[in-house]
Structure formats: structure tokens, C-alpha cells
């Protein structure tokens, strides 16, 4: 059983991250501590007593098709209906269209327990998030009038419609065409991969499809962004015909079971009437609205599933006993927690979640100030750090999850590898947010060419100055939070000493460069990690210090930081390495000793 981890999230919203993150953003003035834990609590009751109980049997019983086109899944519906009418579809949206205007690093918080109880469930109002956000950003006013208000609502879902059977990740290959009708456009092709493209939730659902006009150019630049209702809707926002978009089978996956993963054909007939966001030939520009939005929240799946798997190997481990552990040689057999080992793995799945989590939040609160702070400047700052850490949060936390997935397997012992158990529904769930909306090495790349390259590691130089300062700044004795801090720093001096040398390959060798780019992205979390652990440790000891009346949460912040520092930490010392002198030994191979 799935337990909303809500006192993690409070932690890290209102002690390490707080309200004052949002300080100068008149947007978010209403926000407080006491806000966020509310919602906090809510959203905790319904991802364990609505999404929850449903993670199994979606598991087991999965998404079906059949010949007419029809999607359902087991009790999804009657779950998503509550969670529109509770009004969790709108948490992050423009109060203009009906959403509650609540900062992202809320929704970033309270979107982890989506994914934690019942990853499938979550994926189909992540879509519809991003469409949302896509549309608000490059729509006309006519086109945000006439769907936002009902998707912000949940009236109806969204989805992204990229990938075609030719063209994986490489999208200059779509061949989906536009062919031009008046007002509109007729959309003719085939696509695949489309999460929740298809099912009975709601009365209409809106793809946003990239297509290439009749007569554009090949290459992304031909590419253009497009609205194709699955129902025509009118300029009054009323629900007409079909249109001529079919779902016409679902894949057979791995995990997450019950998320359809459609393909869908557009245009069998007379062509799926879709209409032109933006400017034609800027599709693909517009759809990274979209990918941004998606590569934060996939990110967050990553140790969502990583909690998830983290609580059943914990609670696995203290009750399945099993051989005598040194400390309790002469007591008999005892609980496997008691073992050294069993211990190490719980601690490192623990440890890198919480590092994730407080990754991927403080990024979060970096895009809100993006988005209003009052001064330009900060904005401009808090921008490109939200950027710069878009890659790490999606390809470090998903690494990481899959990496604790399997880990809660091992825990588990032969147990692990049977299905009763339910240790492996969490493995095979979370393996395909290594490659949704981008794989790894994709994130790694963007991370070096858009991010790094930009600005010759401005951003990132800014980041470390600023964690170097504040690790500086911490003054508790505690033995705990001195190793974490003076191993943190030493993190933060390899990291830049590796960023400075792969800038400079990116300038004479870049093959280099990219060989060893997920390296260096694995680097950069590790360190940032380390930083956010030292920092949360600093406020334990603080705590504790003033007599808390929740000292065992506060202990084990400093037992969790110990852990991060002597035993995740050193292995950036390896990744720095790796860096610096290991692109070579890739790039200078044959291909064809490989």
C-alpha cells in the first residue's frame, strides 16, 4: 500500500525550498506555508484512496481496444471524473480559464503523488497539462477561448502527437501532411506512441499534431504545430461531428499497463481537419512548450516510483526475516533490515529520492520565477538555471528511479522477481521515463549543445558560485552536517573543473564531448544532490537543536545526508574522470569492433 509522503514533500516546500523562494512574484502572494500543506494533505488522501487501490488491477487487467476504436480501463473513469471535479486538473492553470493560479512548485509537489500511487492514471493529465501550456503560450485568443477553459477544467483531455513509425526521436522525418481547406487544415498520416490518445474518460479530446504543409520544406523547419479535435468543436465551444482521427490498436508494453499507448491513423477518409497554431513552419519550436513542461514532470515519475518502490522494500525488509545479521548472531534469524547490505540498499534508495525530489522542486520555483518575478533580471537568471536543470531533473531522477526500482527487487530476494509480490510492477513501470519525451542521452546532449554551449557555462557557473555560498554559510557542528557540507564542496570544485574541460572540448572535439555527456549530466545531479542534502541536514541540526517535537524525522535527515555523502557523493569524483579524459575511448573507436 501506496503512503502519500506528505511530510517529504512539506519538508522540502516549506523548510528547504520556503515560501520566500516566491518573494518579488506578486503572482503567488497568496501562497503560504500553511496553503501548500493543505493542499498537500488533500492530494495525499485521494492519490491513497482513489488512485491507490487502482495501481494493481491496472497492472493485471491493462488498457483494451477494440476494432471500433474504443479505449477503456479498469475503474480509470470513475477515478479521473473525481479527480476533475476535485478540482486537481486546474491547480496550476491561468485563473483566466478557470485554474487556481497555484505556483509550480506546488504542482510539482503535488503531481509526485499522482505518479507515486498510480503512475498509468497521472500520464493523462500530464499531456493534458502540456497542451495547455502549449496553447496558452502560442494559441490566438479565439483558440484559448474555445478550448482552455474546458481542458483546464478536465472536461476535456490533451495529448501530443509526435512520433511516426519512421521517425523516432528524430522529428525532421515526420511526414504527416497539412493539406490547406479555407480556414483550415485536412491532416493525413499515421502516428505512434501516443499516450492516452484514445479513452472513455471524456466527451472530446485534443491532439496537438506536428504535420508538414503541402509544398513546406523538408527538415524541421517545414514542420507546423496543429489542433485536431477527436469531435469538431464550434467557435462557441460546442461539441459537433467526428472528425477523421481513429485510434487503431494500443501497444503491448513492459509497464504502466493501463495508459493506452496509441496508434492512430489521421485522415483515412477526407482528412482529419486540424487547425494551425502559430505561425506555419515554427511546429516544433511551439511543441518544446509542450517537451519542457513534460521533461519536469517525467522527471518527478522517476522517484515518485522510486518513493513507491522505496516504501515496499522498507516494509518488506522489516518484516521478512531471514538469516542472522553479525549484530544479532545469537538471537536467531531476524528481520532482513538487520543486515548490512539490506540496510545499504534501503539508504540508497532513500537518500537518492530525497536528493531528486528537492532537485526537481527547487527547479520548479526557479521556472515560477521565471514566469512573474517584478524584476527582469531575475527573471532572466531564474530562466536560464530552470533550463539548465530541465535535462538533469528528467534523465538524473529517471536513471535514478529505475535504478531504485531495481534495487527493490534485490531487496526483496527471489520474492522480487514474482509477480504476487507486486516489486516488479514498479520496475517495469518506471523503465520508460529513461526514454519518454526524450532518452537519456538526448537529455544529456541538450544539457551540453542548448544549455552548457549557449552561454559557455554562464548558467551553470552562476549555480555553482551560489551553491559554494551557501554551503560556505552553514555553520553547524554537527558531525553530520560537516561531512555532508565539506564533501558537497568538494563536489562542486570537481563539477566545475569537469564543466571547464568540457566546454573546451565542445570547442575542437566535439564527439568528445558528446561521448561522455551523460556522464557529465549523471555528474551534475550527483553534485547538486549533495548541495541540497548538505542544506537539509543544516536544518535538521537546527531543529533538533531547538528541541522539535518531530525528532525522528529531523534524525533521520541527518542519517540520510551521512549516507549521501560518504557513499553517492565520491562516485562524482569518478564521473568527474570520466569527463575529463573519457570521450576519446569512444569517439576514436571502429564502429565495427563495437
Given at each position: 500500500?501506496?503512503?502519500?509522503?506528505?511530510?517529504?514533500?512539506?519538508?522540502?516546500?516549506?523548510?528547504?525550498?520556503?515560501?520566500?523562494?516566491?518573494?518579488?512574484?506578486?503572482?503567488?502572494?497568496?501562497?503560504?506555508?500553511?496553503?501548500?500543506?493543505?493542499?498537500?494533505?488533500?492530494?495525499?488522501?485521494?492519490?491513497?484512496?482513489?488512485?491507490?487501490?487502482?495501481?494493481?488491477?491496472?497492472?493485471?487487467?491493462?488498457?483494451?481496444?477494440?476494432?471500433?476504436?474504443?479505449?477503456?480501463?479498469?475503474?480509470?473513469?470513475?477515478?479521473?471524473?473525481?479527480?476533475?471535479?476535485?478540482?486537481?486538473?486546474?491547480?496550476?492553470?491561468?485563473?483566466?480559464?478557470?485554474?487556481?493560479?497555484?505556483?509550480?512548485?506546488?504542482?510539482?509537489?503535488?503531481?509526485?503523488?499522482?505518479?507515486?500511487?498510480?503512475?498509468?492514471?497521472?500520464?493523462?493529465?500530464?499531456?493534458?497539462?502540456?497542451?495547455?501550456?502549449?496553447?496558452?503560450?502560442r494559441g490566438s485568443e479565439a483558440q484559448k477561448q474555445?478550448?482552455?477553459?474546458?481542458?483546464?477544467?478536465?472536461?476535456?483531455?490533451?495529448?501530443?502527437?509526435?512520433?511516426?513509425?519512421?521517425?523516432?526521436?528524430?522529428?525532421?522525418?515526420?511526414?504527416?501532411?497539412?493539406?490547406?481547406?479555407?480556414?483550415?487544415?485536412?491532416?493525413?498520416?499515421?502516428?505512434?506512441?501516443?499516450?492516452?490518445?484514445?479513452?472513455?474518460?471524456?466527451?472530446?479530446?485534443?491532439?496537438?499534431?506536428?504535420?508538414?504543409?503541402?509544398?513546406?520544406?523538408?527538415?524541421?523547419?517545414?514542420?507546423?504545430?496543429?489542433?485536431?479535435?477527436?469531435?469538431?468543436?464550434?467557435?462557441?465551444?460546442?461539441?459537433?461531428?467526428?472528425?477523421?482521427?481513429?485510434?487503431?490498436?494500443?501497444?503491448?508494453?513492459?509497464?504502466?499497463?493501463?495508459?493506452?499507448?496509441?496508434?492512430?491513423?489521421?485522415?483515412?477518409?477526407?482528412?482529419?481537419?486540424?487547425?494551425?497554431?502559430?505561425?506555419?513552419?515554427?511546429?516544433?519550436?511551439?511543441?518544446f512548450v509542450m517537451m519542457n513542461a513534460a521533461r519536469?514532470?517525467?522527471?518527478?515519475?522517476?522517484?515518485?516510483?522510486?518513493?513507491?518502490?522505496?516504501?515496499?522494500?522498507?516494509?518488506?525488509?522489516?518484516?521478512?526475516?531471514?538469516?542472522?545479521?553479525?549484530?544479532?548472531?545469537?538471537?536467531?534469524?531476524?528481520?532482513?533490515?538487520?543486515?548490512?547490505?539490506?540496510?545499504?540498499?534501503?539508504?540508497?534508495?532513500?537518500?537518492?529520492?530525497?536528493?531528486?525530489?528537492?532537485?526537481?522542486?527547487?527547479?520548479?520555483?526557479?521556472?515560477?520565477?521565471?514566469?512573474?518575478?517584478?524584476?527582469?533580471?531575475?527573471?532572466?537568471?531564474?530562466?536560464?538555471?530552470?533550463?539548465?536543470?530541465?535535462?538533469?531533473?528528467?534523465?538524473?531522477?529517471?536513471?535514478?528511479?529505475?535504478?531504485?526500482?531495481?534495487?527493490?527487487?534485490?531487496?526483496?530476494?527471489?520474492?522480487?522477481?514474482?509477480?504476487?509480490?507486486?516489486?516488479?510492477?514498479?520496475?517495469?513501470?518506471?523503465?520508460?521515463?529513461?526514454?519518454?519525451?526524450?532518452?537519456?542521452?538526448?537529455?544529456?546532449?541538450?544539457?551540453?549543445?542548448?544549455?552548457?554551449?549557449?552561454?559557455?557555462?554562464?548558467?551553470?557557473?552562476?549555480?555553482?558560485?551560489?551553491?559554494?555560498?551557501?554551503?560556505?554559510?552553514?555553520?553547524?557542528?554537527?558531525?553530520?552536517?560537516?561531512?555532508?557540507?565539506?564533501?558537497?564542496?568538494?563536489?562542486?570544485?570537481?563539477?566545475?573543473?569537469?564543466?571547464?574541460?568540457?566546454?573546451?572540448?565542445?570547442?575542437?572535439?566535439?564527439?568528445?564531448?558528446?561521448?561522455?555527456?551523460?556522464?557529465?549530466?549523471?555528474?551534475?545531479?550527483?553534485?547538486?544532490?549533495?548541495?541540497?542534502?548538505?542544506?537539509?541536514?543544516?536544518?535538521?541540526?537546527?531543529?533538533?537543536?531547538?528541541?522539535?517535537?518531530?525528532?525522528?524525522?529531523?534524525?533521520?535527515?541527518?542519517?540520510?545526508?551521512?549516507?549521501?555523502?560518504?557513499?553517492?557523493?565520491?562516485?562524482?569524483?569518478?564521473?568527474?574522470?570520466?569527463?575529463?579524459?573519457?570521450?576519446?575511448?569512444?569517439?576514436?573507436?571502429?564502429?565495427?569492433?563495437?
Amino acid at each position: 500500500m501506496y503512503r502519500a509522503p506528505v511530510k517529504e514533500l512539506s519538508f522540502v516546500l516549506n523548510e528547504l525550498t520556503g515560501a520566500a523562494a516566491l518573494d518579488g512574484c506578486r503572482k503567488y502572494s497568496d501562497y503560504s506555508a500553511e496553503l501548500a500543506q493543505s493542499i498537500l494533505e488533500e492530494a495525499g488522501k485521494f492519490a491513497e484512496e482513489v488512485l491507490d487501490p487502482l495501481y494493481r488491477a491496472g497492472d493485471t487487467q491493462g488498457a483494451k481496444w477494440t476494432p471500433e476504436g474504443v479505449v477503456t480501463t479498469p475503474g480509470f473513469k470513475a477515478a479521473y471524473k473525481a479527480f476533475a471535479e476535485g478540482g486537481w486538473n486546474q491547480l496550476s492553470s491561468d485563473p483566466e480559464y478557470g485554474g487556481q493560479g497555484m505556483p509550480r512548485m506546488l504542482g510539482t509537489a503535488v503531481v509526485e503523488l499522482w505518479a507515486g500511487s498510480n503512475l498509468a492514471f497521472k500520464l493523462c493529465p500530464m499531456l493534458t497539462q502540456g497542451a495547455i501550456e502549449a496553447l496558452d503560450l502560442r494559441g490566438s485568443e479565439a483558440q484559448k477561448q474555445q478550448y482552455l477553459p474546458k481542458m483546464v477544467s478536465g472536461e476535456w483531455t490533451g495529448t501530443m502527437v509526435l512520433t511516426e513509425p519512421q521517425a523516432g526521436s528524430d522529428l525532421s522525418q515526420i511526414r504527416t501532411r497539412a493539406a490547406p481547406a479555407g480556414d483550415h487544415y485536412r491532416l493525413f498520416g499515421q502516428k505512434i506512441f501516443i499516450t492516452w490518445g484514445e479513452h472513455d474518460f471524456t466527451s472530446n479530446i485534443i491532439h496537438m499534431v506536428l504535420a508538414r504543409i503541402d509544398g513546406a520544406p523538408s527538415g524541421t523547419r517545414g514542420i507546423s504545430l496543429f489542433i485536431v479535435p477527436k469531435f469538431l468543436v464550434g467557435e462557441d465551444g460546442a461539441i459537433g461531428a467526428r472528425n477523421d482521427v481513429r485510434c487503431i490498436s494500443i501497444e503491448h508494453k513492459l509497464g504502466i499497463h493501463a495508459s493506452p499507448t496509441c496508434v492512430m491513423q489521421f485522415g483515412a477518409q477526407d482528412g482529419a481537419v486540424g487547425h494551425l497554431v502559430g505561425e506555419a513552419g515554427r511546429g516544433l519550436e511551439y511543441m518544446f512548450v509542450m517537451m519542457n513542461a513534460a521533461r519536469l514532470s517525467v522527471g518527478l515519475e522517476g522517484y515518485a516510483v522510486a518513493e513507491r518502490a522505496f516504501q515496499q522494500a522498507a516494509e518488506w525488509a522489516r518484516t521478512r526475516v531471514q538469516g542472522r545479521p553479525p549484530v544479532s548472531a545469537d538471537s536467531g534469524p531476524a528481520p532482513i533490515i538487520h543486515h548490512p547490505d539490506v540496510r545499504r540498499m534501503l539508504l540508497t534508495m532513500k537518500a537518492n529520492t530525497e536528493a531528486m525530489r528537492a532537485l526537481a522542486i527547487y527547479a520548479a520555483a526557479q521556472l515560477d520565477v521565471a514566469a512573474a518575478h517584478a524584476d527582469e533580471a531575475k527573471r532572466a537568471a531564474a530562466q536560464a538555471r530552470g533550463e539548465l536543470l530541465i535535462p538533469v531533473v528528467k534523465a538524473w531522477s529517471t536513471e535514478g528511479g529505475i535504478e531504485s526500482a531495481s534495487l527493490g527487487i534485490q531487496v526483496h530476494g527471489g520474492m522480487g522477481y514474482i509477480e504476487e509480490t507486486g516489486a516488479a510492477q514498479a520496475y517495469r513501470d518506471v523503465r520508460i521515463t529513461a526514454i519518454y519525451e526524450g532518452t537519456t542521452g538526448i537529455q544529456a546532449n541538450d544539457l551540453l549543445g542548448r544549455k552548457l554551449g549557449r552561454d559557455r557555462g554562464a548558467a551553470m557557473a552562476a549555480l555553482l558560485a551560489d551553491i559554494a555560498h551557501e554551503l560556505e554559510a552553514i555553520t553547524a557542528s554537527d558531525p553530520a552536517v560537516q561531512a555532508a557540507r565539506h564533501r558537497a564542496l568538494e563536489g562542486v570544485a570537481e563539477l566545475a573543473q569537469a564543466t571547464k574541460a568540457l566546454l573546451g572540448q565542445l570547442g575542437s572535439t566535439q564527439d568528445h564531448a558528446l561521448a561522455v555527456a551523460v556522464p557529465y549530466l549523471k555528474l551534475t545531479g550527483t553534485v547538486l544532490g549533495g548541495w541540497l542534502h548538505a542544506k537539509s541536514a543544516a536544518i535538521a541540526a537546527d531543529k533538533l537543536a531547538a528541541g522539535s517535537a518531530d525528532a525522528d524525522f529531523y534524525r533521520g535527515k541527518l542519517a540520510t545526508a551521512r549516507f549521501y555523502a560518504e557513499h553517492i557523493l565520491p562516485t562524482a569524483e569518478a564521473l568527474a574522470r570520466v569527463v575529463q579524459g573519457g570521450g576519446a575511448a569512444v569517439a576514436e573507436v571502429d564502429a565495427a569492433l563495437i
